[in-house]
């Protein structure tokens, strides 16, 4: 069984760029939430999708952006990149509220 | 409302014991609790629904208070291979999402 992917694993931006990052989940999970991991702050909740619906949202700036499709398959977006945006991004996928996360290897962005 | 997890660090020999507690301000549906290594994802290690069971998982095991909102993760007999940084995360009553403490970074030693 095919684990979360993300895509692409690494990148490397200049401010005032935007950034689109890829989630796949695992085959079946219809739930994929985002986060933003940093050394300081630990794991930041951003979004959580549900067949295709925002079902929650963190308190990021509206820079940040998601959506799904209809595989189930996630994207986030962020617009007019910053250096503080630098941070790892992780997706995570459930099958839903009884059941524990699956999270992707993450993307590594890092904004100069 | 991110849950308060403590302590924030904790270094132990081999077969040690030690206990990680979580705690939030709000009225929790579950608790979740994760471990990831240096350089890698997450990982789930168990969940605990409203209802103040207790589950194991290997030498790991954990408790839920739901009248405190509060969960401890116990960790008996430690081996080098749990070193790591372990996270609780909470979901709330309601549709709200599964955010996160700041982590404890857990060190065991030979």
């Known amino acids: 069984k095919a684990g979360v992917t993300q895509t692409p694993r690494y990148l490397i931006k200049t401010r005032g760029q935007q950034v689109t990052l890829s989630c796949s989940p695992i085959s079946g999970h219809r739930s994929v939430s985002w986060y933003q991991q940093t050394p300081g702050q630990g794991l930041q909740f951003l979004f959580e999708?549900?067949?295709?619906?925002?079902?929650n949202k963190g308190n990021f700036p509206g820079r940040f952006s998601g959506r799904q499709f209809s595989n189930s398959r996630s994207e986030m977006n962020v617009s007019t990149l910053e250096l503080g945006d630098s941070a790892l991004y992780l997706c995570?996928?459930?099958?839903?509220?009884?059941?524990?996360?699956?999270f992707g290897s993450g993307t590594r962005l890092t904004v100069v | 409302q991110q849950p308060v997890q403590s302590p924030q660090a904790v270094i132990l020999r081999e077969g040690e014991d030690a206990v990680i507690n979580c705690s939030s301000s709000k009225a929790l549906y579950s608790v979740h609790w994760y471990r990831q290594k240096h350089g890698e994802a997450p990982v789930f290690l168990m969940i605990?629904?409203?209802?103040?069971e207790q589950k194991g998982h290997e030498k790991i095991s954990a408790s839920f208070n739901e009248k405190k909102q509060q969960s401890s993760l116990y960790l008996t007999a430690s081996q080098l291979s749990y070193s790591g940084t372990y996270f609780c995360?909470?979901?709330?009553?309601?549709?709200?999402?599964?955010?996160f403490g700041k982590g404890t970074r857990l060190s065991v030693i030979a």
């Open positions: 995570a996928s459930s099958t839903g509220g009884r059941y524990g996360y699956t």
């Open positions: 605990l629904l409203k209802g103040g």
């Open positions: 995360g909470t979901v709330g009553s309601g549709n709200t999402p599964l955010v």
């Open positions: 999708y549900f067949s295709e619906t925002q079902r």
